[in-house]
């Protein structure tokens, strides 16, 4: 069963979303190199205790932090430890969330440590963010899950060939086995979203106001494969080529959908996609 969020369900989820798009802002500035994972927890926990939330993500299953730390060739779900230390070059996904009065938000974006990056890196992270604002402008009154899928497929299957001077490397790698997720009084809800079509799937169900969504595409350079290190966490593609995540939680309301955990709640980049952002309710 979908959750059909009321507009003052939604506008808690704001409070919720907010508090990541500081975790977000906090974290970016930690992620230097000589920074470890465990260093970029901590910037997190803080954040949330400053806010009065709660976080969604530790002890979750048993995840043991506040925040996932995916560093290079690992997709998502990377545990924050002391031993990793982040380089010049290296590339991160962060991957965190909250709660506010039990509602819950959650996002990801990835972010470049220290200077030099590859340009297919650079590419790489645009494509995977731009593949989620394509879904999150398809959340539209009347439209079907599937549309979505189809909106961050479609735009990833479009770009160039991700390339290393003149040699390719074939093509982007939409990650099969993790997509996102309805969210609401819980982090991972109903319904499943995939970011392809899927004929096995069908349509999804139809997409009404008070429809919560945390939409979120991985894709790697390479392989659309992944394996799980022992311990039973972290993903890491299957061929070890370096990968981008990037996601917002996203209301569904009578004027347009709501980016809960952008910090303009998605108004300015959707109105480049030609999308009206529906009226910030804590404004």
Known sequence: ???????????????AGLVVAAIHEATREAAVPGA?????DEVARKVIADHGAKSNFLGYGGFPATICT?????????????????KDGDIISIDCGAIVDGW???AAYTAFVG????????ELSRVTEESMWAGIAAMKAGNRLVDVSRAIETYIKRQPRPAVGDHSLGRY???????GHGIGTEMHMDPHLLNY????????????????????PMVSLGTPHTEVLKDDWTVITTDGTWSSHWEHSVALTEEGPLVLTAVDGGKAKLAELGVTAAPDPLA
Not at 115 to 120: C, D, F, I, L, S
Not at 173 to 179: R, S, V
Not at 198 to 216: N, T
């Open 36 to 40: 470890t994972t465990r260093d970029l």
């Open 197 to 216: 079509v899927s004929r096995k799937r069908g349509k999804g169900p139809k997409l009404v106001p008070g429809f919560c969504l945390a939409i979120e």
């Open 104 to 106: 819950h938000g959650d």
């Open 70 to 86: 995916s560093v290079n060739e690992v997709v998502v779900h990377g545990i924050p430890d002391d031993k990793t230390v982040l």
């Open 1 to 15: 069963m979908v959750q059909i969020k009321t507009p003052e369900q939604i506008a808690k989820m704001r409070e």
């Open 173 to 179: 790698g939409i990650i099969e086995d993790y997509g």
């Open 115 to 122: 200077t030099g990056h590859a340009p297919e890196l650079v």
